[in-house]
């Protein structure tokens, strides 16, 4: 998803990222690569990165152990708190390029 906003009194063009991790804690054996939390069932990360791939602000979202992961609910609580930062004219560009797109 990409939309146009304001940076430094700038158009810029960004782009939104999501990755989604989550958390097999039955295994009788994790994965050494995997430093989850012992209390997390997952986690969702939304960066919004310019053309050159520079982070202009990320935001992250966790899932209780107790809870179901559900990428969508990620996707919007992790994006809720990257835009946090952004003028509310720019927050409501990037809330209109996401609910727009294409699935």
């Known amino acids: 998803m990409r939309t146009i906003i304001q940076i430094d009194n700038k158009e ?16 009788k054996k994790m994965d050494k690569n995997t430093s989850a939390h012992p209390s997390l069932n ?16 990320v935001g992250n979202a966790s899932c209780a152990i107790n809870d179901c992961f559900c990428k969508e609910t990620g996707r919007k609580i992790a994006l809720t708190r990257a835009v946090s930062t952004l003028p ?12 727009n797109r294409v699935l």
């Open 12 to 27: 810029t063009e960004i782009r939104l990222n999501f990755q989604h991790k989550q958390f097999n804690h039955n295994k």
């Open 42 to 57: 997952g986690i969702t990360e939304c960066c919004l990165l310019k053309e050159d791939n520079s982070i202009v602000t």
């Open 88 to 99: 509310k004219s720019e927050r409501k560009k990037v809330w209109e390029a996401y609910l």
